[in-house]
Nanobody
């Protein structure tokens, strides 16, 4: 079991930036692909980005490609989501998740450990 704790959310104006962090503890973190998902009120949880266990493979949702960057520091057991050029439609609760696979997918069902989420609000 991997325990995940997100931080870094907050209120930001459109065009601004935030960096989310997800600290992992428990069993080995470096063997897990990690993902970021988000969920807005009344909407389903949607894929944002994923990074492989090594950090060499990343994938993004089309809606965030070119604006968001996922990265990880296995020495610190932490995965990051740098969010630039934020838009009001990025407003959501953001969750990090771990999968037992070496390379992550865009499906929430493939992830078996989830954090509690951190709120990101982008004002227009």
């Amino acid at each position: 079991q991997v325990q995940l704790v997100e931080s870094g959310g907050g209120l930001v104006q459109a065009g601004g930036s935030l960096r989310l962090s997800c600290a992992a503890s428990g069993r080995t973190f470096s063997n897990n692909a990690m993902g970021w998902f988000r969920q807005a009120p009344g909407k389903e949880r949607e894929f944002v980005a994923t990074i492989s266990w090594s950090g060499r493979n990343t994938r993004y949702a089309d809606s965030v490609k070119g604006r968001f960057t996922i990265s990880r520091d296995n020495a610190k057991n932490t995965v990051y989501l740098q969010m630039n050029s934020l838009k009001p439609e990025d407003t959501a609760s953001y969750y990090c998740a771990a999968t037992q696979a070496y390379i992550g997918s865009s499906s929430p069902a493939e992830y078996n450990n989830w954090g509690q989420g951190t709120q990101v609000t982008v004002s227009s």
